[in-house]
């Protein structure tokens, strides 16, 4: 397996609206970063994904772009991004982009003119298409954040397709022209000096032209069969890497959704020449009862079966990205842990523990390396993001479903709950913005925050920033193979990584109750290189705490 800096490398998530506000206008931007970059060098990551900071009208917080080459004007000026890129590599932090090349907003140059007429010169920029005999849209498709995925437009009597918001509007890939625009503009960021590519839905890029309809799973037909991993996706990437990506010492990580494991070792196989890595789903989704909505957990022999598969099927082959959580998701410690006070530290560490260890390069959302909670939504007033506000609409008051069946599922899973801002210390508005807020701050600041977590050697924060470190002096974290034990166990989460003649030993309990465990003999009397207890094992059988995870090294 070849050795790169990317595979080594620990990546921070910023999702910029809810970092750090500078100018108390309530709303998180690039001053606000750079004046962050200190504790983020503390943490010890190596690279940032910064959330698009693009001209955008924000109706899905900055994923509709309709300027890709001006920063969104909330966010600052593009001297403020430039002077945060120079800060962050004084430091040593290489900065990701957002690439949202899927569509852009209905309010970019190309789109305002595509849909003037049918000859426009940048018709063919994005998906048109005309509707049905007795005018409804040209398929069932439903879009992903509610409603059909075709909206009718006046000015030429034809539908265009989003399979995001209505201000999404999907490009054309199929255009040469629309692959070459997108090309020269990478090469214009990376002539800047930027680190690389987190491509968003990029699995989603080539549409089968033909569009029948879709199996009807819940509301809408389903477009998934014709738009994820369509016909000439590869063809598209690799153009992409030939065009751009080789060029520069980058790292790229695609947003894959619907990627498998085969799909995954040519999206990001060794040397297929697409990207370096993908962000796969399967350990975050499928057990929804309303489309995504669930207030269920994933069994954790299920969680292991699909990150296990992960490991195996990519070992060698091709490369993977590790995470809980993210700005779509809901947040790690209450969905994967516990974030009941007694057992939110503890079920912190022990899912870093877990991720960290395991092969692909592991990325923290922002307030994950401090254990930072879902939020606890009153009511559906709260709800800042398009995906959460249309999916009560749609399923509750449209009839569907009760507010009281509906109401847990939201809480489980909105994309808001990623979304609130970071807790940086115990003033007011945790110290986010001396302003109002564009989202509600989590009202458990005052015990969970940066500040105070700096300043405790035992905290969450200094867990991630000793696995991250560990990481840098131990190669076998990122190279070793891994092997799954216990695959049956609901409680114990137990794999090794094996590198040469070392070993390690990852355990990991995700249950509030007391179990035992019996270390394997070659692991008797080894150093135990992390542990969130503190308890040392000798060996034999054991009784684990709550949410206890250790390491043992075999060297
Ligand atoms: O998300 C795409 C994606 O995979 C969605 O299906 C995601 O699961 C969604 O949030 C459903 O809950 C990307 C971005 O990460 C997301 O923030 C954007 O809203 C979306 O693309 C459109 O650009
Ligand atoms: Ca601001």
């Known amino acids: 397996m070849k050795r790169t800096w990317w595979k080594e490398a620990v990546i921070y998530q910023i999702y910029p609206r809810s970092f750090m506000d500078s100018n108390g206008d309530g709303i998180g931007d690039l001053k606000g970063i750079t004046s962050r970059l200190d504790y983020l060098k503390q943490l010890g990551i190596d690279v940032i994904w910064l959330s698009p900071v693009y001209q955008s009208p924000n109706d899905d917080n900055g994923y509709d772009i309709s300027d890709y080459q001006a920063i969104m004007k909330e966010f600052g000026t593009m001297e403020d991004f430039d002077e945060m890129l120079e800060e962050a590599h004084k430091r ?22 595509s849909r003037k007429s049918k000859d426009n010169p940048y018709r063919d920029y994005y998906i048109w298409r005309d509707g049905k005999e007795d005018g409804s849209a040209p398929n069932n498709w439903g879009s992903c954040f509610g409603g059909s995925a075709w909206q009718y437009d006046d000015a030429t009597d034809m539908y265009y397709l989003h399979l995001f918001t209505k201000k999404q509007a999907d490009l054309n890939w199929d255009n040469p022209k629309v692959r070459q625009e997108v090309f020269d503009m990478m090469t214009w960021w990376c002539e800047k000096g930027i680190d690389g590519f987190r491509m968003d839905v990029i699995s989603m890029i080539s549409k089968t032209p033909e569009m029948p309809d879709g199996e009807v799973h819940d509301l809408y037909g389903d477009y998934n069969p014709y738009c994820v991993n369509g016909p000439n996706v590869h063809k598209y990437l690799q153009e992409m ?120 390069s592991p990325y923290i959302y922002q307030g994950e390396e401090l254990g930072m909670t879902n939020y606890p939504f009153q009511s559906p007033a709260d709800f800042r993001d398009v995906e959460s506000i249309n999916a009560y609409k749609e399923w509750v008051e449209d009839g569907v479903v009760s507010h009281e069946v509906f109401w847990p599922c939201l809480l489980t899973k909105s994309r808001d709950n990623a979304r609130t801002p970071v807790q940086w210390d115990d003033t007011e508005n945790a ?109 034999g059988t054991v009784t684990l705490k709550p949410y206890e995870a250790f390491v043992l090294h075999k060297k």
């Not at 779509?328 to 007694?342: E, L, M």
């Open 92 to 113: 040593g932090i290489r900065i990701v982009m957002d690439l949202v090349v899927n569509h852009t907003s209905d309010e970019h140059r190309w789109f305002v003119e």
């Open 241 to 360: 890497n030939e065009k751009v990506l080789s060029k520069y010492d980058i790292m790229t990580v695609g947003e894959t959704p619907g990627v498998t494991t085969e799909l995954a070792k040519q999206y990001a196989g060794e040397d297929t020449h697409e990207l370096n890595m993908v962000f796969q789903f399967e350990h975050v989704e499928g057990n929804g009862k309303y489309g995504k909505w669930t207030d269920e957990r994933v069994p954790l022999t299920n969680l292991k079966k699909i990150l296990s598969r992960w490991q195996n099927e990519l070992y060698g082959k091709a490369w993977n990205s590790l995470f809980w959580d993210n700005h779509d998701q809901p947040r790690a410690v209450s969905r994967f842990g516990d974030d009941r006070p007694q057992y939110r530290e503890a079920s912190a560490k022990m899912l870093a523990t877990c991720l960290h260890m395991m092969q692909g």
């Open 431 to 539: 110290g986010f913005t001396t302003g109002t807020p564009w989202i509600a701050v989590n009202p458990n600041y005052k015990e969970i925050n940066a500040k105070a977590e700096m300043e405790d050697s035992d905290s969450v924060f200094h867990y991630y920033r000793k696995l991250i470190a560990l990481r840098k002096e131990n190669p076998i974290m990122v190279y070793g193979k891994y092997e799954l034990l216990l695959e049956e166990s609901e409680e114990l989460y137990v794999y090794t990584r094996t590198l040469e003649e070392e070993k390690l030993l990852v355990v990991c309990s995700f249950t509030d109750k007391e179990t035992e465990f019996t270390i394997p003999e070659e692991f008797a009397g080894c150093e135990c290189m992390i542990s969130n207890t503190g308890n040392a094992y000798e060996g």
